[in-house]
């Protein structure tokens, strides 16, 4: 048997790494932060505890790199917003790609919607989800104001909220939910020229 490449540690460091995350994830968002132990996380990943430390100093680490992965992907659905398509349109492609990316992986965003009733999450990362809400509401409301309407913030505010229920209620009622009809309903209500 030859010794492994560089590259094959690498890719078998990045799997390892991913193993942790998922089932930290998945513990996190079915048996709540503060109940969840390292042990318990390395068990359903399938390392030993030592060698978790290896990839994660601690739990607040691990959380910490969970929630960075979710606002890098917020922060990737807002440059759709970005480009010479009318305002219009950018917004469709806004709610069109959100809808996708619920639809894509279901699993992860029901347990990342878990972590935000935890109050000790919410209260760990209320500056960073205050930030990150407010710069995303400006570009939606910017939007809003490019098509000409009357009260931008609130179009905003009510596109984001409604949105949020949307997510909800499709996680809670899946296929019982009309998901197709009620992002229709919103693209003509928020995105016409």
Known sequence: MSPKTKEQYEEIRQKSAEAILQAALELFGHQGYHSTTISQIAK????????MYNYFPSKEAL?????????????????LLEGPSSPGERLRKLLLNNIE????NLHFWKLITSLSFQPEVVERYSDL???KARANLEVVEELFRQKGSPDP????????ATLDGIFLHYLNLREDYPLEE????????FCSE
């Open 182 to 189: 009620m992002v229709n309903h919103l693209i003509e209500q």
């Open 153 to 160: 913030r609130r179009e905003a505010l009510m596109l984001s």
């Open 44 to 51: 359903a990943a399938g390392v030993s505890k030592g060698l």
């Open 101 to 104: 990316m619920l639809k894509s």
């Open 129 to 131: 989800i205050r930030t």
């Open 63 to 79: 959380l910490d790199e969970i929630i960075h992965g979710v606002m890098a992907v917020g922060e990737g659905l807002m440059t």
